[in-house]
């Protein structure tokens, strides 16, 4: 079963069974291809946490499934506020192309994550500013437009 969790554009579901067959369903309604495993911990070098936590965009949503541990999407609402979304075990949640965020890890300084994409993998963050960005547009006209309307 799953079950959405913010009242945000930013659907978050916690897969209350990990089963591959639910997972499976939202890759394939999101038309996903591709997927790579990711850990930052701020003990490795080799996954720069500090460029997760800068705030930031991308030109594709940005689809995540919690394996192990827990951690911090930080999202902006139609106010420009910081909206604090956990995710821990279990959690998927989509981010839409264009909307400014950051993630951080909580005080276990763990999570295990698998990305996924549609198309090729591209993980190239849009640091802020980039409010003339065709992306950041579309996301501004179709959330937040709506939104204050």
């Not at 913010?6 to 897969?15: A, E, G, R, Y």
């Not at 999101?30 to 946490?49: A, G």
């Not at 919690?66 to 902006?76: A, L, T």
Request: proline share 7%; net charge neutral; charged share 25%.
């Amino acid at each position: 079963m799953l079950h959405a969790r913010t009242p945000l554009p930013i659907p978050v579901w916690h897969l209350v069974t990990l089963k591959a067959g639910a997972v499976v369903a939202h890759a394939e309604e999101r038309k996903v291809e591709k997927y790579t495993s990711i850990t930052p911990n701020p003990c490795l070098r080799f996954v720069p946490i500090k460029t997760f936590f800068e705030e930031h965009l991308h030109t594709d949503e940005e689809i995540r499934l919690v394996q192990e541990g827990s951690g911090y999407f930080d999202v902006r609402d139609h106010q420009d506020r910081w909206v604090r979304i956990e995710v821990v075990k279990g959690d998927l949640i989509v981010l839409p192309a264009g909307i400014y965020h950051r993630f951080t890890l909580d005080s276990k300084n763990y999570i295990k994550a698998l990305r996924l994409f549609v198309g090729e993998p591209v993980w190239t963050p849009i640091n802020r500013p980039a409010d003339d960005h065709p992306k950041r547009v579309q996301y501004l006209e179709a959330f937040i437009v709506k939104a204050t309307a």
